[in-house]
């Protein structure tokens, strides 16, 4: 039996709500990830020890323990003790923090990078602590810090295929559907392939352009 | 000299990084409208005691007055908080290296702290950034980013982002001495300006003409203690002390 891709086009509506699926599930933890890691990075750098130490220990079991065991966890786990998260929710909001502590290490490096003059004129004018670190710090670490945490978006899109584990129907699940219908793996895994690579160029192509948009700002 | 209280007080300021004792006793008075230049060679301890008056830096001992409210008070942190926040909007302080904020244009340079503590409205802000850059020369570039303008045109918006608070006092920080030589005066013309609308104004300098020509007063600081003051033509022209003459004498020379 050799390969022949005229299966395709009768499966294509699954695959493609799958894609839909896994932009989702990309755009929505890419979300969390990043406004997770801003406020895991003010806390690791500026909150007292009381509440520092609590997420420092989150931190260090979301970066120690494999993203697969965490997805279950949250999703057949807290059932158990009563809370019904819907599978979307679950796989956005586990990729999304498991995410969000890589970024917070960047944004940690990129807040301590920018100058102390910024804060000190920022000071100076009357504003408080926590006004120079949102109005003046912070979107200076952001800008500073696009390229990598832009990575670490692409190694999200590539992770959200392990939210097929608890069953939302994202691009992975859906072809290894359509191959069970019709046993055609090669074709459809070589689709599958082509779409991620798609939606990894759209993603660069809005990273480029919001890093020559911050370039004047610099 | 005026017989009212004096504007800006510094009663004894003493000040140490660690072991290093960086101001020495120092007491300074300063009224107001009036303009006082400090010279000095370098790390004799001019911006730390610059950065005392709006507690960047503060004292290890001693007061600092703005009228009749004590900048440096002893308060629990929540209060000292709110209380410099307000004080320090009364004090313009311009940088050496004009820290300008680089990811918001020459507006929200300008507009951030009005609005953000005085609650403006985007229109009334508007109206004073308009304003301000208008008096620094600066409002063609109103829509730029700091980095698309010289070092110069750097510190004039700087200048204005500090007037927009209407402070009482402008403190200025070597405000021309990472500038390229042609580009001071523009600088320097700013000033002036503000000195003719008899802003009070502490100006820490290594221009010595140019502190000759505003300044009503200037102080010679070395090693933490202010070593001579008096008029610019006395201190400029015949200082008392040694260590002034020497110090004017290597810097006429280096600047040769
Ligand atoms: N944050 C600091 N920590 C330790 N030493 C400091 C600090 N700031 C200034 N100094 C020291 O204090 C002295 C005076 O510095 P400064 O006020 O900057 O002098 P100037 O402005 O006259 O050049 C210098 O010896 C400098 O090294
Ligand atoms: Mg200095």
Redesign the pocket.
Known sequence: MGLDFSVIPKYLDIVLIGALWTIAITLGAAVVSFFGGIFLAIVALYAPAFVRWPFRVFSFLFLGTPLLLQLFLIYFGLVQIGIDVPAFVAGVVGLGLHFAVYNSELFQTSILAVDKGQTEAARTLGLSRMQALRTVVIPQAVRDVIPPIGNNMIALLKDSALVSVIGVSELTLSAQRAIGSTYRPFEFYVLVAAIYYIINLGMEAVLRRVERRIQASR | MSDQKPFIDIRHAQKS??T?E?LKDISLQVDRGQIVAII??????????LRAINDL?PLTGGEVWLEDKQINKTLPHRQYEKHINEVRQEIGMVFQHFNLFPHLKVRENVTLAPKMLKGLSDDDANALAEEQLTKVGMIERIDYYPSQLSGGQKQRVAIARALAMKPKVMLF?EATSALDPELVEEVNLVMKKLAEEHMTMII?THEMSFAESVCDRVLF?DQGVVVEEGPPEVIFRNPKSERTQHFLRNHLAAAG
């Open positions: 990084f660690g290093l960086v000095g060679p370098s790390g004799s301890g001019k911006s730390t005691l830096d920080d820490v600081m």
